[in-house]
Nanobody
Framework: QVQLVESGGGLVQAGESLRLSCAASGLSFGDYAMGWFRQASGKEREFVAGINWSGSATYYSPSLKSRTSISRDTSKNQFSLQLSSVTPEDTAVYYC????????????????????WGQGTQVTVSS
């Protein structure tokens, strides 16, 4: 079965850090750009962070850049997102995604470029 599976979500206290992981099953992402997105209740899905196929370049939402770090471990077919100093505004379902392209771009991370999505993991930040 081909899938991306997120883990690491749950209830987090405001001010703490969270680390989400995405593991691939039945597909490889070593040659593709990967990304994290999130969708809060009643809002559109928004881009959080992206990373090139090699991990040599990373990209962040300007509003989250100072608190976000994305990394990948191709040998384990996994990649991760770390978000620090969380606030209740970070409450959302977080999704990982694989682009069909190796390099990050707006197109690569758009609905046209992404070919696989994870099911999402809920993150709830309590104050």
């Amino acid at each position: 079965q081909v899938q991306l599976v997120e883990s690491g979500g749950g209830l987090v206290q405001a001010g703490e850090s969270l680390r989400l992981s995405c593991a691939a099953s039945g597909l490889s992402f070593g040659d593709y750009a990967m990304g994290w997105f999130r969708q809060a209740s009643g809002k559109e899905r928004e881009f959080v962070a992206g990373i090139n196929w090699s991990g040599s370049a990373t990209y962040y939402s300007p509003s989250l850049k100072s608190r976000t770090s994305i990394s990948r471990d191709t040998s384990k077919n996994q990649f991760s997102l770390q978000l620090s100093s969380v606030t209740p505004e970070d409450t959302a379902v977080y999704y990982c995604a694989r682009s069909g392209l190796p390099y990050y771009s707006d197109y690569a991370m758009s609905r046209y470029g992404v070919d696989y999505w994870g099911q999402g993991t809920q993150v709830t930040v309590s104050s």
